[in-house]
C-alpha cells in the first residue's frame, strides 16, 4: 500500500525558510515522479514543483529561485527547501505521487494516484 507523509511545516516570519519531507512507502520510490502542491483556504490547489524520474526539478513561477526540491532515494524522501518565504506562500502543502511522469507537467492533480495528508505553512508579516 503507497502511503506519502508529509512533515516540517509550521509557523515562520517572511523572510524566513522551512523544510519540508515526504516520506514514501509502500512502492519503488524511484520508479515514481513526485512533487508538491498547496492549497490556501479559498484557493484552487497549486502545483509548486516537481521531480522526473530522472531527478530533474520543475518549479511554479511563483516559487522559481526561492524553493528547491530534493529527494533521498535511500531514504524513500521527498523534501522540499523553501526559503525566503512570504505571506502568499502560507497553504497546506501536499506531495504526490504518480507513475505517470507526464501528468506533472500540467500538474494534473485531478489524476495523480498518491497524496499525502498535507503539512500547514504559515508564513506571518
Not at 522559481?64 to 535511500?74: E, H, L, M, P, V
Not at 504526490?96 to 498518491?114: F, H, N
Request: charged fraction near 20%; charge should be neutral.
Amino acid at each position: 500500500q503507497v502511503q506519502l507523509e508529509e512533515s516540517g511545516g509550521g509557523s515562520v516570519q517572511a523572510g524566513g525558510s522551512l523544510r519540508l519531507s515526504c516520506a514514501a512507502s509502500g512502492y519503488s520510490y524511484s520508479s515514481y515522479c513526485m512533487g508538491w502542491f498547496r492549497q490556501a483556504p479559498g484557493k484552487e490547489r497549486e502545483g509548486v514543483a516537481y521531480m522526473d524520474n530522472d531527478g530533474n526539478p520543475t518549479y511554479a513561477d511563483s516559487v522559481k529561485g526561492r524553493f528547491t526540491i530534493s529527494q533521498d532515494n535511500a531514504k524513500n524522501t521527498l523534501y522540499l527547501q523553501m526559503s525566503s518565504l512570504k505571506p502568499e506562500d502560507s497553504a497546506t502543502y501536499y506531495c504526490a505521487a504518480d507513475l505517470r511522469c507526464r501528468l506533472w507537467v500540467g500538474y494534473s492533480d485531478r489524476l495523480l494516484a498518491y497524496w499525502g495528508h498535507g503539512t500547514q505553512v504559515t508564513v506571518s508579516s
